[in-house]
């Protein structure tokens, strides 16, 4: 070929390569290309999906919150309008002669309950009568919400400032605010005796408020939100509290709602949960909107950083597939590129060998068409070179593997690295629970010895932490008649896996470090190890649960009309005259003693007069038998009386005597002045006898209907039971 020809040529080949693009970099181009917008897709969905749940996560976190805030809040008004009806139900209350009788349960009260600032009744004309610390005493409440709002039953006054209370309490950090719970009071007689009403300090809703928030409350800028339902905030940061707040949560809680909103206030925006307090029938509360809230930055800060990562994941991920991909189009194009080299030195007068390529069908249709043209010798070394090759890739593909399985165990360690994070992170929030916790918390090994103790144990048993632990806790607060029991069940579980303490809940005494013994309500559970064993042990006083369950008792046996012994009462008390009569050889009396006509002073005063007449009733019917006789009201207008040591049955005939003319005086009731008479059925036991307290009870009740059978207004003894 002319040298000025193949010049041409190499001109011409030089130019139309500056014009197209090479293969090699439209293959690079289009993988990162595809590699970038796969990326940037699945960053998108993951994203998402990280950001809509994290912020479940938040809002279920915040609304469980307002839940336990609300229900909190109904627990504690429940309890004050349990205290307030307890009390306007005790007797020496009800029909206290002096100011200082009817002081001294109130006070009583008030040492239990330190929130309640001020207990007093106020006669019906407004005066205060008796009060706690005699603090307004004598003066007139006539025109207060608290008085006003009781008289037709128990009732709660909202949140309000103190008035006559303000300066006679002591000075306090905040000013002095109250939610009021009153209820009138009774005599026995059914007579009102006055208003009682019970301040209750708003620092027990801010306690509650900082207990539910303590774990979390400044690292998570929690805040709880009490607001009235003119939108007034009662609780919550200083510089809002006693304001009007106007924001969506508000409106959807005092709509009686419950859950989680995404809302803005005050230029911030915030996830809030919110529930109303004092849903709950049954007993009088006051509605409010709890609102627990916390910026919705805070809120997605966990998302935030997940969100940095997988942006730094996936530019990691793009920048090397980015590489792969640029290394696979040098791959893709690399024969036709050797192919163009071999063809650009290709000499006809000195022929070289053309490589044939098998990665492709169409570069190995051509290099096997230009490779016909050469010798066999040619095609020798093409062989080689193919070999060659195919080591090369084989290299590759083992480096491909290498780098894979080094980022597949760069990324387990990392998930290692954040597993352990969290495994601590959860286990500084359990310890912040328990050691806050409302139940005292103590851990203890198979020794005995203490291994935990939080803050509730030592408020309640007296200890420090710092002094319990690793203390024998068996010698410590286990009452001394009850310890080396407990020894001995800690060794019977360890070796048989038997307790009646561990996995149950029992009461039991337990002392305090100044000695007092307290009962307590204890759980223990066992936590194996591999070393040795744990115990974990909750524990509250129950003192003032057992001081309410003995009142209720006593109650329950009382009949409330007449403040006699009801048939519960009596059913308990005939057992043990039997009893009494058998040991002391004395002869007992069973009158059931019914009045006639009783029906017709309801059918036409109404039953308001048929209480009034069964009051005075019981009252003439204790004051005619002995001290140490029984008078039981079993139901409407049937009494029992228990007659105990008697000589003989005239004893018990004596009594009937005294007691016909007394029930047929006339009853000045208010409705009317009625007068009725009664029939006395009388049962006589002898002390020999194996006679039941249902077969006596029941001889008495048919010896009623013989004396009304036989004319009322008069008496019928019982014949003997049957040897």
């Known amino acids: 070929m002319p040298l000025w020809a193949k010049s041409f040529c190499q001109e011409n080949a030089l130019s139309s390569e500056l014009r197209r693009p090479r293969l090699s970099s439209m293959i690079t181009v289009a993988t990162c290309g595809g590699v970038l917008v796969t990326v940037l897709a699945l960053l998108a969905v993951v994203d998402q999906f990280a950001r809509n749940y994290a912020q479940r996560q938040a809002t279920v976190r915040i609304q469980q919150v307002a839940w336990q805030m609300r ?27 002096d100011p200082a009788d009817m002081r001294r349960p109130m006070e009583n009260m008030q040492r239990i309950s330190p929130d309640y600032a001020w207990i ?71 007579s009102v005796r006055g208003i009682m ?4 300090s708003w620092t027990w809703a801010r306690q509650l408020a900082k207990t539910l928030l303590v774990p979390a409350g400044k690292d998570y800028k929690t805040e709880v939100l009490i607001v009235r339902g ?24 005092l709509d009686g709602g419950s859950g989680a909103v995404d809302e803005t206030a005050n230029g911030q925006r915030y996830l809030t949960g919110y529930a109303q307090t004092g849903l709950e029938p049954g007993y009088p509360s006051l509605k409010w909107a709890v609102l627990v809230r916390q910026p919705y930055n805070v809120a997605m800060a966990d998302f935030r950083t997940l969100q940095q990562r997988i942006v730094l994941l996936g530019a990691g991920l793009a920048l090397l597939l980015g590489v792969s991909g640029m290394l696979f189009a040098r791959r893709v194009s690399q024969p036709l590129i050797s192919l163009s080299a071999t063809m650009e030195r290709y000499d006809p007068e000195r022929p070289t060998p053309v490589p044939v390529s098998n990665d492709f069908h169409e570069t190995h249709l051509l290099s096997s068409t230009l490779a016909a043209m050469v010798s066999r010798e040619q095609r020798h070394l093409e062989s080689l070179r193919a070999m060659n090759e195919n080591l090369e890739q084989t290299v590759q593909l083992r480096t491909r593997e290498i780098e894979r399985k080094a980022r597949e165990l760069e990324g387990a360690l990392a998930l290692q690295e954040q597993i352990r994070v969290q495994l601590q992170e959860s286990e ?28 509730q144990a030592e408020r309640l048993l007296g200890w420090s932490r710092a002094e319990m632990m690793g203390q024998p806790i068996i010698d410590a607060f286990i009452v001394p008649a009850m310890r080396e029991t407990r020894r001995q ?10 307790s009646a303490l561990v996995n149950q809940r029992v009461e039991m005494p337990v002392l305090r470090k100044d000695g007092v013994e307290i009962p307590v309500e204890v759980s223990v559970a066992h936590v194996p190890r591999r070393q040795g064993h744990l115990f974990i042990a909750f524990m509250h006083d129950i003192t003032d649960r057992r001081m309410l369950h003995a009142s209720l008792e006593q ?40 009045l006639d006509g009783f029906k017709g002073v309801n059918d036409k005063h109404g039953h308001e007069a ?42 018990a005939v004596d009594v009937a005597a005294k007691l016909l003319p007394a029930l047929s005086q006339p009853f000045a009731l208010a409705a009317a002045t009625v007068a009725l008479s009664g029939s006395i059925g009388i049962a006589v036991h002898e002390p020999a006898s194996d006679e039941s307290a249902d077969d006596l009870l029941a001889r008495a009740d048919h010896a009623m209907y013989d004396a009304k059978n036989g004319g009322k207004n008069r008496y019928s003894i019982a014949p003997a039971k049957a040897a």
Request: aromatic share 6%.
């Open 71 to 97: 229900d909190a809040l109904n627990h504690g008004m429940r309890v004050a309008v349990s205290d307030i009806r307890l009390l306007s139900e005790l007797k020496e209350l009800r029909d206290a002669g």
């Open 120 to 190: 007093g009744v106020a006669n019906p004309d407004g005066t205060v009568y008796a009060a706690t610390g005699k603090m307004l005493e004598g003066k007139d409440v006539s025109a207060r919400p608290w008085f006003q709002n009781a008289r037709s039953g128990v009732t709660t006054v909202d949140y309000h400032a103190a008035v006559l209370l303000e300066k006679k309490l002591p000075q306090a950090a905040d000013p002095w605010r109250f939610v009021d719970v009153s209820i009138p009071v009774l005599r026995t007689d059914g």
């Open 197 to 200: 009403g019970a301040h209750l």
């Open 230 to 253: 003119d939108g007034t905030v009662l609780l919550g940061p200083k510089e809002m509290e006693e304001k009007k707040l106007d924001s969506t949560s508000v409106g959807l809680a």
């Open 428 to 455: 500084a929030e359990v310890r912040a629970t328990l050691h806050h916790a409302y139940d005292a918390f103590i851990a203890f090994d198979e020794n005995g010895l203490v291994r935990e103790w939080n803050g």
């Open 489 to 498: 069940g800690l060794r019977r579980f360890l070796e048989t896996g038997d």
């Open 555 to 594: 109650m329950a046996m009382k009949d409330m009309l007449t403040d006699l012994p009801n048939r519960r009462a009596l059913q308990q008390k005939l057992p043990e005259a039997l009893a009494r009569s058998a040991r002391s050889g004395k002869a007992m009396a069973v009158f059931f003693l019914d």
């Open 610 to 651: 048929g209480d009034e007449l069964l009051r005075i009733l019981a009252q003439r019917i204790v004051a005619t038998v002995r001290r140490t006789d029984t008078v039981a009201r079993l139901a409407g207008d049937e009494f029992v009386v228990l007659l105990e040591m008697l000589a003989d049955a005239g004893d």
